[in-house]
């Protein structure tokens, strides 16, 4: 048996102040294996005495018997002559190893005597592992002790005689005594922690789970029976009940146990939050809590995900699904954590805890070097201490697992939570957060690219307008049933022209029935116009024959070829109209020329002078008050890694295709070039029309079979570059049906985007591409073509001073109906009253997403889901085609106040409001 008086670790600092803390992962393993090794029991009962540690540059004087564990970091930090000076000759044993293992290894530990199974210490086992946690832990309060500037209370002469003795009762195979030496020791240090602050932090071991983790490496997981919490999404607890049953059952055992956690409840992977309307959010995540519930039989105890993050507006609809905690952390991005571990989400009339603390990888061992002193450190400022400790199953070090025997034996570090228990009854906290901007990292776009997805523009596009034009359809079912005084489910058909067609043409044919015969005389060639939007359209209506006269509600009115005139109607929110061609030619002034809205090169209305450039961009804008050109436009490849980093355009031909009274056309053919090499072509129509702001660029884009774009969709794309003229402009992402802030520059937002300048504001429609870059302070990139992005066809609206952008960019994507006399039927022929509405809402930041009827107790009630789009609190009137006699806010019952045909409301800043009107 090997010769060991002494055991010794030099460690490469001067004291424990300047212990490391900033280490590789490789260097934090040997340091952390150099610390615990040699706590090991028959090491402590040979000698006498516990390890000590000394200075790498000034190692301890020669001893024979001394053995010394040198890890990695601190082989640098040796003098030139040690290895003369402490050499075997000399009798010192120097270890130097990389694992707990290795330093073991050397020394034949087998000779020490001792058992080779774990003693049973009564109500529990002993065994070296627990040595090794009580030298991590002795390590981790002597940290926190110096980091916090106390002086030791620790009385470490009778610390050491309880190790030895706990040592010695293990080599002899007394469990009893060693367990109860044991215990002594945790306490002591629990003691001395407990001189600093005597709130315990809160551990969270949170295990990530994926469809490749559900096997065996998960079952040692479930094993177990110290606290634990597992991250789960519907999807999987479906995939574990049909090819794992009997994982899903030690779930539910466990959970029913209350040793077991479960967070979850966001949409499976794959899905976007930032790809869907509000409502599309409730129905989302109300379809994942019940997914979750029907195969697990109850809900996750608190909201999370593993990847995309939680956006801070979708709190009342967490809260609403009755969570009580939340994770809103990015697990894939590793973003979404705050300085504070624990804040209150405000949430409405709400708050919900959140759990923000920064993840600690438990795989990585320089996590675990002054998690201590992290922990205090926060107990310290008043925090909520919490380590939120994350991993995949199987995959965890030394330390992680330190750190969880040490819970065993005491709260020195901190007390292991599940979940449920952490938000019902660990420490709440006093602060609370409001994030006042959305991150822009671009992670959904990258991950698309990264995982070969065929089109994601285009098909992400696809996927928000039909949500769009669903909801659409939605409404306007909602105002047939308030009109006929019947329910509706809210439930529509395929969102498509045809729906919309019949959905329309119902609501018409419910308006002829209610009024009376001499109101519902037949109108000839009539053309009806249905709005179910929250703001007034301006509507462009192809008639046969004549333009109609120009009174309200028709803003103008133009002959067309073929005998066809456009007439511009303006359509009130939530309403119609019915609109006729006129008897006669319009009469035209003998001074005065018929409109033309192009002449050449250059497109003009009312609002816009626009002139295309010689090479097929957009060269100017003049619009509004202010004098100057304030945008210019161009299609161009970018390549970060190139320079010039953008191509130019080159006409080869510009045309001006279309110019009467109702529109202006102008059509460019060309390539993108970057020096004199051709890098694609393109084809786009420049378009205006009478009376609108918009400027709308339609076309196609094709790149040269030479080139290839990169697997970073940001550093190279295609793109319809605009730049407006102010530097002092902010980018503003259309989220959620809301005007957000943002912070970042890669936007992912299909709605469209708000430029917003100090005297106006451009709105950026993409028809539902999501994709955005803004560049400088002046630049915005709307992405039309990445990698795995075939399809070059694109739509683009730019709209110049529009006042109500959410709510005019969703009827860009889901526009009002128009029924020539071939659309509509018999029944809807009948109504002939002009024009009229039926919902109204005085402040046009409040948008109306969603309607619905029922009856209750035999009288109507209309359910409606508004939404404060600005960021404004806001006081106004809703007002209904029926009296309201009562109005509440959902889930609380709040009332407001009724008055004749209206409903007093108040939203706070962008607010969701359920709201339930009685008739």
């Excluded at 001792?114 to 065994?127: D, I, K, T, Y």
């Excluded at 025997?405 to 938000?423: N, P």
């Excluded at 019902?424 to 997805?453: I, K, N």
């Excluded at 378009?687 to 040269?704: F, K, M």
């Amino acid at each position: 048996m090997p010769i060991i008086e002494e055991c010794c670790v030099l460690i490469p600092c001067h004291t424990l102040e300047d212990f490391p803390s900033s280490v590789s992962s490789t260097h934090a393993r040997s340091l952390l294996a150099a610390w615990s090794a040699p706590w090991d029991p028959r090491l402590i009962a040979a000698t006498g005495k516990i390890p000590t540690w000394c200075r790498a540059d000034v190692p301890p004087t020669v001893l024979d018997g001394l053995t010394l564990f040198i890890p990695e970091i601190s082989e640098s930090r040796l003098p030139s002559d040690f290895s003369t000076t402490h050499s075997t000759e000399n009798g010192v044993q120097s270890i130097r190893a990389t694992s707990r293992a290795g330093f073991l290894e050397p020394l034949s530990l087998s000779e020490f005597g001792g058992p080779a199974e774990p003693l049973s210490g009564g109500h529990r086992e002993v065994a070296p592992a627990d040595f090794y946690s009580l030298a991590y832990v002795f390590l981790q309060v002597q940290l926190m002790t110096r980091q916090l500037r106390y002086t030791s209370n620790l009385d470490e002469v009778q610390f050491a005689d309880v190790v030895v003795a706990a040592a010695k009762a293990w080599q002899a195979s007394d469990g009893t005594a060693a367990a109860d030496s044991l215990h002594q020791a945790f306490d002591m240090l629990a003691e001395e922690r407990d001189h600093y602050f005597s709130s315990d932090p809160h551990l969270i071991d949170l295990t990530l789970v994926a469809k490749t983790t559900l096997g065996d490496s998960l079952e040692e997981v479930l094993s177990g029976s110290r606290p634990d919490n597992l991250l789960l999404d519907a999807e999987l607890v479906e995939l574990l009940a049909v090819e794992h049953p009997q994982r899903l059952q030690q779930i539910q055992s466990r959970r029913e146990a209350g040793t077991l956690g479960v967070a979850g409840g966001a949409p499976a992977a794959g899905t976007c939050l930032d790809h869907l309307t509000i409502g599309g959010i409730s129905k989302t995540l109300t379809a994942a809590k019940n997914r979750f519930e029907e195969v697990l039989g109850t809900s996750p105890d608190a909201f999370a995900g593993l990847q995309g993050g939680i956006p801070t507006d979708l709190a009342p609809w967490i809260a609403e699904l009755g969570y009580t905690g939340v994770i809103p952390i990015d697990f894939a991005a590793g973003s979404g954590h705050r300085e504070e571990s624990k804040l209150l989400w405000q949430a409405g009339a709400v708050d919900l805890e959140a759990l923000v603390a920064k993840p600690i990888d438990a795989a990585d061992e320089s996590e675990f070097l002054r998690l201590g002193a992290r922990l205090g450190s926060a107990v310290d400022a008043g925090d909520v201490a919490t380590a939120l400790l994350v991993h995949w199953p199987g995959q965890s070090c030394d330390a992680f697992a330190d750190l969880k025997r040490a819970s065993d034996w005491g709260v020195a570090l901190g007390k292991f939570w599940t979940l449920g228990d952490y938000f019902s009854d660990g420490e709440r906290p006093y602060h609370s957060f409001h994030a006042d901007a959305v991150e822009a990292t671009g992670q959904w776009l990258t991950s698309q690219v990264q995982e070969v997805v065929e089109n994601p523009l285009t098909n992400a596009a696809s996927g928000f307008r039909k949500q769009v034009v669903a909801e659409e359809n939605s409404l306007l079912n909602a105002m047939k049933g308030l009109v006929e005084g019947t329910p509706t489910t809210g439930t529509v058909g395929p969102a498509n022209q045809a729906e919309t067609r019949s959905a329309a043409n119902g609501l018409l044919a419910t308006l002829a029935a209610v009024n009376t015969p001499s109101e519902s005389k037949p109108a000839a060639v009539a053309t009806a116009i249905v709005n179910p939007h929250s703001i007034p359209l301006r509507v462009a209506a192809t008639l046969k024959g004549h333009p109609p006269a120009i009174t309200p509600p028709v803003f103008a009115g133009h002959a067309v070829v073929g005998g066809e005139s456009v007439a511009f109607v303006d359509v009130p929110a939530f309403g119609f109209v019915n609109i006729q061609p006129g008897a006669s030619p319009a009469r035209q002034s003998w001074f005065k020329k018929p409109p033309r809205r192009a002449d050449g090169r250059m497109m003009s209305n009312e609002f816009l002078d626009v002139v295309i450039g010689e090479d097929g961009s957009v060269a100017s804008v003049h619009s509004g008050p202010v004098r100057g050109n304030r945008f210019s436009m161009q299609l161009c490849l970018f390549d970060a890694d190139r320079e010039p980093r953008y191509t130019s355009m080159q006409a080869e031909h510009v045309e001006m295709t279309r110019s009467d009274g109702a529109v202006g056309e102008v059509r460019c053919q060309g390539r993108m070039i970057h020096g004199d090499q051709s890098m694609g072509t393109f084809e786009v129509c420049y378009r205006v029309e009478c009376g609108s702001r918009l400027l709308i660029v339609e076309g196609e884009v094709n790149l040269a079979k030479s080139v290839t774009l990169g697997t970073n969709p940001w550093r190279n794309y295609v793109a319809a570059r605009a730049a407006v003229a102010s530097d002092a402009s902010r980018t503003k992402v259309l989220l959620r049906d809301k005007v957000q802030t943002v912070r970042g520059r890669m936007l992912n937002s299909p709605l469209g985007v708000v430029v917003d300048e100090p005297d106006r504001q451009l709105l950026v429609m993409a028809n539902g591409r999501p994709a955005h870059r803004a560049s400088g302070t002046r630049m915005l990139d709307t992405l039309l073509m990445v990698k795995g992005q075939t399809d070059g066809h694109f739509r683009i609206a730019y709209g110049f001073d529009v006042k109500s952008p959410v709510a005019f960019a969703r009827a860009q994507l889901a526009p009002p109906v128009i029924l020539g006399p071939a659309d509509r039927t018999p029944e809807a022929e009948s109504l002939s009253v002009p024009l009229g509405w039926l919902i109204q809402v005085d402040a046009r930041n409040v948008l109306i997403t969603e309607a619905t009827t029922t009856m209750a107790e035999g009288k109507l009630q209309l359910h409606l889901l508004l939404v404060e789009t600005r960021g404004k609190r806001t006081k106004t009137r809703l007002h209904t085609y029926r009296d309201p006699k009562t109005a509440t806010r959902l889930p609380d019952g709040k009332p407001f106040d009724c008055e004749d045909d209206n409903v007093k409301v108040i939203l706070g800043e962008h607010e969701t409001l359920r709201l339930t009107i009685d008739f």
